[in-house]
Nanobody
């Protein structure tokens, strides 16, 4: 069983920065993808960023140039550095881990990010 524990959310003003962390524990296969989804008020859950175990990042267009995803494989931890935050970034951010063999999704409990204007 895999567990994901997130930290780092909070209330900030527009233009501020936050860093989210997500630590995975349990039986984790090396070949996996970790990342973040977010769900704003009244919206569906959308992918924000992902990173493979080899380090290849992927971002949704709205956060390119502002957010940076990274991971520490030795610690099974993924980070999301969020700069120049905007009110539209307000959402619950969910960490995920996707193992590729077998293909299995694991989710964190979510952390609230609120950006005031």
């Amino acid at each position: 069983q895999v567990q994901l524990v997130e930290s780092g959310g909070g209330l900030v003003q527009a233009g501020d920065s936050l860093r989210l962390s997500c630590a995975a524990s349990g039986s984790i296969f090396n070949n996996n993808i970790m990342g973040w989804y977010r769900q704003g008020p009244g919206k569906q859950r959308d992918l924000v960023a992902s990173i493979t175990s080899g380090g290849g990042p992927n971002y949704t267009d709205s956060v390119k140039g502002r957010f940076t995803i990274s991971r520490d494989n030795a610690k099974n931890t993924v980070y999301l550095q969020m700069n120049s935050l905007k009110p539209e970034d307000t959402a619950v951010y969910y960490c995920y881990l996707l193992t590729l063999t077998p293909r299995t999704w694991y989710w964190g409990q979510g952390t609230q990010v609120t950006v005031s204007s």
